[in-house]
């Protein structure tokens, strides 16, 4: 088997495998607790960001701090704009119509959260697609390494996408589909890799901090607000412990690796 072959076998495999790892614990275990578990999601999303991808993002090399930070800071804004945009679109549709909005209304209106999500989501695997790819392209067992690492610290993150998701209103079988598209855009970041490595390597690090940015946006923006709407004593001290928990994921699951 050639190393193109082997890296988009091994980049399908690694896109696909958390998701569906990620898929059935949330589907088996959590989607009857989906309140409860946004509280993980907000943890997971930003140990994943803050913890994970603007840290390598940072140490990697011939990047300007000054520049990344403006990357986080566009990709911020650019998230607020997109969201911006959705709901202008959604009132105007509405607007004068005379009707009462129907009972899946909150479902459309939290739905955009979910698209943003994937759209994180789709730029962060593409990046774990061309880490895989350089690993491979050094060393075979390195390359076998990097994408078990890759697959241990994805599951987390996809568990927290899986519960935006249907927290916004996906089925779960739909939720499942676009996770799992979401997931094979590793498979082009490999592909993109071993052709134009040396350009990729380059862009990887503001890819990650575009990443980093929706999920941070999408935790504060979007889940965090939601939780407030639930203030009592006891609710609020489960919020707290289920972010913690959130982030412990990240951390022991980085540790592993």
């Known amino acids: 088997m050639s190393v193109l072959q082997t890296i988009i076998l091994v980049t399908a495999l690694a896109g696909a495998a958390s998701v569906l790892v990620a898929a059935s614990f949330s589907v088996a275990l959590l989607s009857k607790m989906v309140n409860n578990m946004v509280s993980l999601s907000v943890g997971v999303l930003l140990a994943t960001a803050l913890l994970h991808s603007l840290p390598e993002a940072f140490s990697m090399e011939d990047t300007s701090p000054q520049l990344l930070f403006t990357t986080l800071l566009a990709g911020l804004l650019g998230f607020f704009l997109l ?5 202008l679109r ?6 004068g119509d005379g009707h009462h909005h129907h009972h899946g209304h909150d479902a459309e209106n939290a739905g955009r959260s979910g698209w943003m999500i994937l759209v994180g989501d789709g730029i962060h695997n593409f990046v774990d697609g061309i880490l895989i790819a ?3 392209m050094a060393d075979y067992q390195v390359g076998v390494f990097t994408a078990i690492a890759i697959i241990a610290h994805e599951i987390p993150q996809e568990i927290g996408d899986f519960i935006v998701l249907l927290n916004a209103g996906f089925s779960r079988a739909r939720a499942l589909l676009y996770n799992l598209i979401c997931g094979l855009s590793a498979v082009a970041g490999g592909v993109l890799a071993y052709f134009f490595l040396e350009k990729a390597h380059a862009a990887m690090p503001y890819l990650l901090v575009i990443a980093a940015s929706s999920f941070i ?8 607000p939601q939780m ?3 203030p009592h004593w006891a609710e609020s001290l489960r ?7 959130g982030v412990g994921l990240v951390i022991l699951l980085s540790l592993l690796h």
């Open 83 to 87: 969201e911006k945009i959705a709901l």
């Open 90 to 95: 959604h009132d105007h549709h509405h607007e």
């Open 134 to 136: 350089a690993a491979f």
């Open 217 to 224: 946006y999408i935790a504060v923006s979007d889940l965090i």
């Open 228 to 230: 407030h709407r639930r």
């Open 239 to 245: 919020q707290t412990v289920l972010i913690a928990c």
